[in-house]
């Protein structure tokens, strides 16, 4: 399974600021995926990031909101826009694997006040 | 709509207790079931995908089935070190997304 790595792994940001949260994968791989976990609920999609072309987003979920990148086959980048204390989660990365399985990364836990 | 519900939402038993997990979902067409653990501050570690009806899949202590509408996670002879959140996914025909369900939270004690 490939290895994942985010960063950074915690943070704590105030109201109408914006974060940019790294992913970066050991291999190359196709797809790239971004959840939100928020407290308590379940991994929600939020966009399918393939290298080359424009992400692909969620419903109830936003570009302007959301901006992502996808320079490479490696690595990504998801940045949460204005944000507010809604906006307070778990965001996570993870990759497609041989089979249909994903495998995720550690997780930023964002608090924002 | 893709949905996914687990039960219970917490679950606590002495080490050796076996017991059962349960997933009932509904798609459009399954791909694949996803089980995963999580432990607090990390994320999901895949633990198994299972495809069709009548599927199992073993991993240690741990044994996953699959009916048309649900799956169980078996665990046996539990040990501490089997507490975590277990996350179960779906995969529908024709799309990379995985819906989840809220997970078990497992404690077993010592």
């Known amino acids: 399974s490939a290895v994942i790595s985010q960063k950074p792994s915690r943070d704590i940001c105030q109201r109408g600021t914006s974060l940019t949260i790294q992913c970066q994968v050991d291999s190359q791989v196709t797809m790239m995926f971004w959840y939100r976990q928020q407290p308590g609920q379940s991994l929600t999609l939020i966009a399918t990031?393939?290298?080359?072309?424009?992400?692909?987003?969620e419903s109830g979920f936003v570009i302007d909101k959301f901006p992502i990148s996808r320079p490479n086959l490696t690595f990504s980048t998801l940045t949460v826009s204005n944000m507010s204390p809604e906006d307070s989660s778990i965001y996570l990365c993870?990759?497609?694997?041989?089979?249909?399985?994903?495998?995720f990364g550690p997780g930023t836990r964002l608090t924002v006040l | 709509e893709d949905q996914v519900t687990q039960s219970p939402e917490a679950l606590r038993l002495q080490e050796g207790e076996s017991s059962s997990l349960n997933c009932s979902y509904t798609?459009?067409?399954?791909?694949?079931l996803f089980w995963y653990r999580q432990d607090p501050g990390k994320g999901p570690e895949f633990l198994f995908t299972?495809?069709?009806a009548g599927e199992e899949k073993e991993k240690e202590r741990l044994k996953a089935t699959l009916t048309k509408k649900e799956s169980f996670l078996h665990i046996t002879a539990p040990k501490p070190e089997d507490s975590a959140t277990y996350l179960c996914?779906?995969?529908?025909?024709?799309?990379?997304?995985?819906?989840f369900g809220t997970g078990t939270r497992l404690t077993i004690i010592p």
């Open positions: 798609v459009s067409g399954l791909r694949g």
């Open positions: 299972l495809y069709s």
């Open positions: 990031a393939n290298q080359g072309s424009e992400a692909t987003y």
């Open positions: 996914a779906v995969q529908a025909v024709g799309n990379e997304k995985l819906t």
């Open positions: 993870s990759v497609d694997g041989l089979g249909n399985e994903q495998f």
